[in-house]
């Protein structure tokens, strides 16, 4: 539930890289892109938007939370993730202490930033 976020990164090739492979699975692409200093846009059918730009400072880690349609997309998400190189923070599953259908997975990526997709539809 957000227009967007945008923040800095401290490698920009290597978190565009990540962010675009790991958020695949839920139809995320480069809406727009300027220099590095500028950055990408980030988006899944122009709703909200994800930005990107090279920063010198690192950042305080984030807690970024993705909706999906789907639990198969919270599926595919973590598996992107991990293969684009991010650190496992949260295998998919049910987290019942938050709502009886929070099906979600969580990894760490580039910068140390916490990664969530989450479904809150009922499984099938």
């Keep these: 539930m ?22 695949a699975p839920l139809g995320v ?6 220099p590095p200093t500028y ?10 938007s994800l930005c990107l730009f090279q920063s ?15 639990r198969q997309q919270v599926d595919a998400f973590y598996r992107a993730a991990l293969s684009a190189g991010a650190r496992d923070n949260g ?5 019942p202490h938050y ?10 990526g580039p910068d140390g930033h916490n990664i969530e997709v989450v479904c809150h539809a009922p499984g099938a």
């Design 2 to 23: 957000f227009d967007h976020v945008k923040f800095g990164v401290s490698d920009y090739a290597a978190s565009k890289a990540f962010f675009l492979e790991a958020l």
């Design 29 to 34: 692409a480069v809406a727009s892109e300027g």
């Design 39 to 48: 950055g990408v846009e980030l988006s899944a059918g122009g709703k909200a």
């Design 56 to 70: 010198g400072e690192k950042p305080a880690p984030l807690h970024l939370a993705f909706a999906a349609a789907t």
């Design 91 to 95: 295998a998919p599953g049910l987290r």
């Design 99 to 108: 709502h009886a259908d929070y099906y979600a997975a969580f990894v760490i």
